[in-house]
């Protein structure tokens, strides 16, 4: 090619190439980053925006006080939710269930994980496509189904003593956040070299020993990961508790069903401190994660030239 | 001794038929094959990893074919070490004496007397993220032999050397054989290995087990040239 000089251009069929190849990569480059940031913008945009509102809302509330800056503090939206018993129930009752959720989770996710990971049986791939069900299930489907199984035996006759109350919290946060717990278990021990229990085995060690002493040791950093994880879910998780434990104030009021009473009666206000709460929870919680499952991550990317 | 009497086992898409083995007591032997001939599959058996769907595994004289691979007491080092990361050299050294229960001071003193025959005593209080290969193979080495067993397997214990590590842990590889008269199976792809270890040499050839004559060094020399230790495709 190079031994037919282009006339027009001067530039020989190779320099031409050569010439498309590079503004090519930086149109694909180029074009791919915009598209991406469009997305990150949003999400950034969705956080300012509730943070911008609050601090509106406070600001002209201040103006018509005397002392601008004491009422800046104690009379913006967030301030008042938090003073607001309902709310401070409601952030207990979150605390408390998430976290009794996310232990639920990591206690079924641990055997569970394992098993799908280490030990080959007929159907394992249905087993482990079955579980993806509680993650894909539209979230009220999973409350209707709760309570449709409540009204059978055995479970109809401790129904009573759960449906629609606190305990209802817990199953509906765990039925969803124990699905994500055992995908993020079957990962991590997919990733641990199963040569290290079989070793552990020859030298003289029983399964579980095995298991207790080599693997589960090396497996800390993702059982972090699993219950930070179902944690956030639970937080999070709004339709099934709905359905299946109502959303009686002071009773089982966790803070997705306070933001969603609070927009019920208008308050948006109170919504939007009650969702900055939320997302600073869910913040602390997403940098937990990410540094558990990836301490030193940084830089190791594959660059391409 | 090992003894395998008619061996049958399935390994994925080929299966070995009616493998013979014998391996006196004491003696060093290394079995050779292709990359996927079933080497692995057979050093599985032996240690109790892979089930036999026929024939017997006699070890020292045992018949272990059922036996669970903790009951077996064969000393196990895998091509990658497999280390247990979140315990330190000292604690990989002592796993064995720890499961079989063993008094503390009696660990401490075998755990250094084992240091010292790998050359790792100055690595005793690390963590294995951060050693060399060398060295991982090293206290890999002595974790398998930390309970004395009679029988010791190798799976390619030297493939993932550079040169030089190669040549210190086959020196150490020929020092144990010297000290411990452990009956050892080493399994491998090279000739090099072979000739310089083996007491007896077999080869696994389209599923079948053959008695090679061990081959004088010096015909080997220029047939490792050819086989590179590190599969170009892999890089």
């Known amino acids: 090619m190079s031994d037919f000089p282009d006339l027009k251009s001067g530039l020989t069929g190779d320099e031409k190439r050569a010439c498309s190849i590079t503004i090519a990569n930086r149109a694909f480059v180029v074009s791919f980053v915009l598209i991406g940031a469009t997305y990150i913008l949003l999400i950034l945009g969705m956080l300012i925006a509730d943070g911008a509102y609050v601090f509106e809302q406070s600001k002209s509330k201040a103006r018509k006080s005397p002392h601008f800056w004491a009422s800046m503090m104690s009379d913006n939206p967030i301030a008042v939710s938090l003073r607001d018993p309902k709310i401070q129930y409601s952030i207990w009752l979150s605390m ?36 993806d069900i509680p993650i894909v299930l539209p979230p009220l489907i999973v409350g209707l189904s709760l309570l449709i199984l409540f009204q059978f035996a055995p479970f109809k006759w401790v129904a009573r003593s759960i449906v629609y109350q606190i305990p209802a919290v817990i199953l509906a946060q765990w039925a969803v956040s124990c699905a994500y717990a055992v995908r993020t278990m079957k990962m991590t021990f997919d990733q641990i070299n199963p040569r290290c229990e079989q070793v552990a085995i020859s030298l003289g060690c029983s399964r579980f020993q095995a298991f207790s002493w080599v693997t589960f040791p090396e497996a800390r950093l993702g059982l972090l990961t ?3 994880l179902a944690w956030a879910r639970s937080l999070g998780e709004f339709g099934p508790l709905l359905i299946f434990a109502g959303a009686t104030r002071m009773k089982t009021e966790v803070l997705s069903t306070s933001v969603f009473l ?20 869910s913040i602390v919680v997403l940098m937990i994660t990410r540094y558990a499952s990836n301490p030193s991550a940084d830089g190791k990317a594959a660059v391409l030239p | 001794m090992i003894c395998l009497n008619d061996v049958s086992v399935h390994a994925g898409p080929f299966r ?13 032997a290394v ?44 000393g196990y080092l895998p091509q990658d070490g497999a280390l247990f990361s979140t315990m330190t050299v000292e604690e990989n050294l002592a796993f064995a004496l ?94 090099g290995e072979a000739a310089r270890l083996a007491d007896r040499l077999f080869r696994l050839v389209d599923g079948k087990v053959e008695i090679a004559d061990p081959i004088p060094a010096r015909e080997v020399h220029s047939q490792r040239e050819v086989q590179p230790s590190v599969d170009p495709c892999s890089i």
């Open chain 1, 96 to 131: 408390i269930s998430c976290t009794l959720a996310a232990i639920l989770s990591v206690l079924f996710a641990v055997p569970l994980g394992y098993v799908l990971s280490r030990i080959p049986f007929r159907g394992r791939n249905f087993v482990d496509a079955f579980l």
């Open chain 1, 226 to 228: 699993a219950f930070t």
């Open chain 1, 262 to 281: 609070e927009m019920n009666v208008g308050n948006i206000e109170g919504a939007v401190a009650v969702s900055l709460l939320m997302i600073f929870a």
């Open chain 2, 16 to 28: 070995l038929e009616g493998i013979h083995l014998v391996i006196p007591s004491g003696d060093y």
């Open chain 2, 31 to 74: 079995l050779m094959g292709k990359t996927g001939a079933g080497k692995t599959s057979l050093l599985e058996a032996i240690i109790g990893f892979k089930a036999v769907t026929a024939g017997t595994i006699c070890l020292a004289g045992r018949d272990v074919t059922r036996e669970n691979p903790a009951l077996r007491g064969i």
């Open chain 2, 98 to 191: 720890r499961v079989r229960k063993v008094d503390k001071r009696r660990i401490v003193s075998r755990v250094r007397d084992l240091a010292e025959l790998m050359g790792i005593g100055q690595l005793l209080s690390r963590k294995p993220h951060g050693l060399s290969g060398g060295e991982r193979q090293r206290v890999a080495l002595g974790r398998a032999l930390a309970f004395e067993p009679s029988i010791l397997c190798l799976d390619e214990p030297l493939s993932a050397l550079d040169s030089e590590m190669r040549e210190q842990i086959l020196q150490l590889l020929l020092t144990i054989k010297r000290m411990k008269g452990v009956t050892t199976l080493h399994v491998t792809h090279d000739l």
